[in-house]
Nanobody
C-alpha cells in the first residue's frame, strides 16, 4: 500500500488549506482512514477520522473548522481546514487501514505534509 500526501503550506491565521492523500494497493481493501498531526514537542494526535461507511469523527480542537472526506473512485482522502489557527501548525499525516489476503489488516501512513499557520 502506498500513500502520497500533499497540500500543506504556509497560510495566515483565518485562512484555509485542503490536504489530499492518494492511496493505492493492488489486492487491498481500504477501511477506516484518518488524518493525524504532530506539532514540535508534542505527541502525534488524531485530528479527524472517517470509516468505511462514511461516518466521521473529529478532535474537539478542530470541530466545526475541519472536514474529512474520501473519494472512493479516486482513492483519495481529503482534509478541508478552515479558520486555521497558529496552534494548528504541525506535520499532518494521513493514515489508512487496509486489508490484504496475504498481509492481514494493518495501518499504513503517508509521509507527512507540513502546515504552518502564521499569526
Amino acid at each position: 500500500v502506498q500513500l502520497q500526501a500533499s497540500g500543506g503550506g504556509l497560510v495566515q491565521a483565518g485562512g484555509s488549506l485542503r490536504l489530499s492523500c492518494g492511496f493505492s494497493g493492488s489486492g487491498f481493501s481500504f477501511n477506516d482512514m484518518g488524518w493525524h498531526r504532530q506539532a514540535p514537542g508534542h505527541q502525534r494526535e488524531l485530528v479527524a477520522g472517517i470509516n468505511s461507511g462514511g461516518s466521521t469523527s473529529y478532535a474537539d480542537s478542530v470541530k466545526g473548522r475541519f472536514t474529512v472526506s474520501r473519494d472512493g473512485a479516486k482513492n483519495t482522502l481529503y482534509l478541508q481546514m478552515n479558520s486555521l489557527k497558529p496552534e494548528d501548525t504541525a506535520v499532518y499525516y494521513c493514515q489508512v487501514r487496509a486489508s490484504g489476503r496475504y498481509y492481514g489488516t494493518r495501518d499504513y501512513w503517508g509521509q507527512g505534509t507540513l502546515v504552518t499557520v502564521s499569526s
